[in-house]
């Protein structure tokens, strides 16, 4: 059995701290006890309106993530000019839209090819290792080959977000047979987007899958877990307050 890895998207946690524009809960904070927990990477998503993972959470991260980061972002020259002075050890090219709540679809890679070659070649002269966010369509990932990706990371929204367990199951095999077509073009892939404790297990059961990135669910069950010990510890705090201590 070979081994699937995980990177653990942080964002969500930053949606926190941004909502309220305080400086907590921090996601350099949160980067590390994810590592602590056994996470193989993290990701974020800079987003070109910074909604959540902001500047500075990047350059610092740079400095502290003691795996690896998947700087996931925009084909744009702002992104790639910040990725290029970061230098994570991979970036993956996603596609966005100002007004999406999250990530809608893949990258259309075959309708914008010399746009994402040079970006694919720019990244890559820096010594970075490119990924690019794309459904699971055949035409993308021979376009996904053809421009020189190393890596592809699979959309799974569309399974996450089935309205029927005949169309998540569809989902799936297309997932699967479009994971082992990249594979065996020797395209490592990748998956995420909307996958949670509930439909984790089918696509990690995929053999071609390398690295599942996966990160609202995560940090959802977070929030909700850790909730009884924070309810605690403010209570403690409280009584200590009371007490003059
Ligand atoms: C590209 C992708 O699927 C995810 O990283 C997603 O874009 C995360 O972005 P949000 O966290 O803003 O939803
Ligand atoms: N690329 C997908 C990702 O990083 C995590 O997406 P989600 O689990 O937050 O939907």
Redesign the pocket.
């Known amino acids: 059995m070979s081994r699937i890895l995980l ?1 653990v ?1 942080i ?2 946690i930053a949606t926190l701290r941004q909502v309220r524009g305080t400086n907590y809960p921090d996601p350099v904070h949160a980067a590390a006890v994810a590592e602590h927990a056994g996470a193989d990477g993290i ?1 974020i ?1 800079l987003r070109e309106d910074r909604r959540h993972i902001i500047d500075r959470d990047v350059y610092l991260l740079a400095k502290t993530l003691k795996t690896r980061m ?1 700087f ?1 972002c925009a084909v744009t020259e702002e992104m790639l000019a910040i990725a290029c002075e970061v230098k994570p050890t991979y970036v ?1 090219l ?1 596609p966005e839209k100002r007004e999406e709540l ?2 809608e679809g893949g990258l259309d890679v075959a309708g914008q090819k010399d746009k994402i070659r040079a970006a694919v070649e720019r990244l890559a002269a820096q010594g970075i290792l490119v990924s690019l ?1 794309i459904d699971a369509d055949k035409a993308q990932i021979d376009a996904a080959k053809e421009v020189g990706a190393p890596y592809i ?1 699979i ?3 569309r399974y ?1 977000e089935a309205h029927s367990e005949a169309e998540a199951a569809a989902e799936l095999e297309r997932i699967a047979s479009m994971a082992k077509y990249a594979h065996g073009l020797g395209i490592t892939v ?1 998956a ?5 404790y509930h439909n984790v297990k089918p696509i990690a059961a995929i053999p071609e899958l390398y690295e599942l ?7 959802a069950r977070a929030a909700i877990d850790g909730l009884e010990k924070a309810v605690r510890d403010m209570k403690q705090l409280m009584l200590e307050g009371r007490r003059g201590e």
Do not use: R
């Open positions: 990177g998207n964002d969500h990701t998503h998947n996931e993956c996603v999250t990530t966010f990371e959309h799974t929204g996450a990748n995420g987007h909307g996958l949670h990135n996966i990160g609202h669910a995560i940090v």
